[in-house]
Structures are given as C-alpha cells and as structure tokens.
C-alpha cells in the first residue's frame, strides 16, 4: 500500500506506517552501504560507507575505531572515518582518551567481543563515566562491534549529541548488519591483498629459478643442435598452450554452476534468521564461494599467447627446417614431402611462431594422409602478407565436423595411436589471431585438404 510518509520519519504519520517507512529507510541505507563495500576494489570506502548509514541511523555522529596493539601491551584506538549530520555537531579529533583506554573500555571490550551491542544514554552509564561523555557533548550512544575471525578488531560509534534517545530492537539489528558487513568487507579485502603478495612472491620466486635454470643451460644449449633445439621449443610451446586451454575450459564449465550457486545461497541467506544459532555460516559460505570465484578468474587469465619480436629470416630455410624433425613419421608411411618456396625469400616475423604453425599444419597433413602419398607445402607472400597453403591427400574432412576443427582435444583419430591430443590446430589458430592472421580450410576433389594461412607481414619485410 502506497503512502504519504516521506523519508523523515519524525513526520506526522500514523505509528504503523511510520514504522514501515523507518524500516524502508534502513533497507535503502544498508544497500547503499553494502553497494560501496562491494565496490571497493583496493581499499574500503569507510567515509562514504558511514554516509549511506548516518541520515537513516538518526544518530548526530557516526565514527568507526580500530583497535591497534602498541608496545608493552598497550593498545591504541584510533578514528579510521567519521561522519557528522551538519555543522552544529563538532567532529572529534584525533584517537580516544586515556581515560576511555583505562576507564571505559575494559567493561566495552567485554560486551563488544561477545557480538553485543553498548547502547544507552549518558545518565544511565556508570557515574564515573557520565562526565566523560558530557565533556565531548554526548547524550546517547549506541556502539557495535567490527569482528574478524572470532576477534574484535573495532567499533563503529553512533553518537547523539543534540537530545537523548533510545535505539529499537529491529534498529540495533538493522545497524548490526551493517556492521557485520563491513567486517565481511575488510576481511575479503585482506584476503585478496594477501593472495596478490603470495602471487608476487611466486612470481619473484620463478623469475630467479627461471634465470637460474637459463644461466646453468648456457653451455648446454650451445653444444645441442639447431634441429633438436626447435623441436624442444615446439614441444613446449604446445604443452603451455594446452594446460591454459585446459584451464580457460575448466574455469569456464565450473563460473557456470558456480552462479547458481551464488544466486540460490542468496536466497537462503534472506530466508536464515539473523538471531539463529548457526547464521555466523552464512558469512563463512559466502567467503568461500566469492574465494572460488576468485579462483576461477585466474584461471581463465592463464592462456595468454605472446608474440615474439620479428625479425628478418629466409622463410625457405626455416619450412626446411621443420619438415627435417617430421621425416621420420613421413618416412614411416612412405610419404614424400614437397616444398614449393623461393629459396631467397626472407620474411620479417616471429620465426618461433611461424616454424610452430608449419609444423602442426604439416604434422596434421602428414597424419591424414594415405601411406605413398604426398604433402605439398606452398609459401609466397601477396598483398604485403604471408601465405602459406598445406595440402595433404588424406579423405578430406568430413562435413559434420568441420565447425569443431579448431576446438582444443577435438580429434578425429585417423592417425590411430599418432593422433594426437587434438590440440595442433587449436594452438596454431590461436597463435595466427594473436599473429592477426586468418587460417581456413577446403576439401579437394577427388580426395585430401588444403589448409590455407594468411599473416600480415612486418614493415621490414614489406621493403
């Protein structure tokens, strides 16, 4: 039902509908609030958090305190953000008294570290305490505590400077949740600050394992021969592309399930009570699903393929090369390979790239053609790019599967035990869109394919 009642809920409105409209407005203030703890990235927005709160709260002043160990067992408790209604109410400068520290605060940090709430007025505290707070021109106050793993680490302060008042039960509870969220916030903030240092650390830890590796294979490498050493690279290369594939795949068939999940906790954490015995899970499974969440994205960052620096080099030489390390495989079915190139020819590419894209293309056709046969590889540039045709004398590819050609472990098995994982052309088309190529394929008539690669050249080549 619609009503008249604006957000200021001293108006004259009837008790019930006043209650419902003090009820919307903490729900808008608690979203709000927990719209900036959810958008805060790298650090958490604590002054524009106590701003969503305080209109809604009624309360004159808001602050939130952290609690820091000093030496010799003291401890500090300094202001980490406040908030003030408007300029009749006097910010508070600083950290809290000493006689805060030594007076009140052994009989708060009781109360707060059990999860509850210090709310009253000044005059009902403990006469000693009374003019403490009426030297800072506090009338009322309701404090509720930041907890992190089973320990108190802060509170935040809604003070009442301008008249005396009582905070409801479903207030306190409203203001609570707040208070549990931000400690939600903080704590996932940590744990994200804490994931990226140990990735740095592991990073570091690579890179001097990694120069180590390469300092120690100096004298080795050199006394390795140039065929061996670009067959080792190949290898490599396929083996990485195929574990980020792997991963991508996985991350994406587990980001699937793990949003319904998400959405269905959602709705089970509206429906659990607040006061059950158990809600302190809630929180927990709520870290842990945005904890895997977290997982998946790294994974799906993991296939990145990078595009070493071009340089010039006889394109003969280098399809030469590659199709000596498949000789053995070729021989085995009595397959002769051709080579239809300008032996003067020099490109300027990434040669790493190009000798990997020759050698799948080349390996795939070898395994699809019938023993006798031939491989004929074509290579010229045109247009101020590389083409590169391969064409084998295989069946040719069947038509229910030529939109899953390129898909990562798809394979027909016509090679039989030396078919492969199915990831060669996968890798090779993701290299030549890296490379801003195009790679496509036909059937031939009477039998076999062509597969037909086509790559910008670098600006040394076009001169």
Known sequence: MKTNCSKNITAACPPDQQELVKHKYYLEALDQA??????SISEIKYTDFLSALGPASGADRLLIFFIKNINSGKIAIPIQAQWILDHNTQPINGGTHNFFIETVWPRWEKILSEGEAVCSMVSDFPVDEQMFWKQINIKALLALPIIMDDELKGFISFDNCSKQRQWTTSEIGFLHTAANNLAIAIKRLEIKNELKKAHLELEQRIEQRTAALQQANVQLLKIIEERDHIQNI????????????????????????????KNSFLLIKEAVDKKHRYYEYVGKIEKEIDRVSNIVKQMFNLYRPEISKP?????????????????????????????ICDVKLSVSLSEDLIRQIIFNIVQNAIRAT????????????????????VIDQGPGIDENIKDRIFEPFFTTGIGGPDSGLGLGLAVTKDIINAMQGEINFENLKPHGAVFNISIPLSNESKQ
Not at 34 to 39: D, F, Q, R, S
Not at 242 to 260: D, S, V, Y
């Open 370 to 389: 019938q023993s006798d046969g031939k491989v004929k590889i074509l290579a010229r540039t045109e247009d101020e790019r590389l083409k590169l045709s």
């Open 234 to 261: 190949l290898r490599e290369t396929e083996k990485l592309a195929a574990a980020g594939k792997l991963a991508a795949q996985i991350a994406h068939e587990i980001n699937n399930p793990l949003a319904g999940i």
């Open 34 to 39: 927990a719209g900036i703890l959810l958008h």
């Open 311 to 339: 340089k010039l080099f006889r394109l003969y030489d280098s399809i030469k090369d590659v199709t000596e390390l498949l000789i053995t495989s070729a021989k085995t079915k009595n397959i002769d390979i051709e080579i």
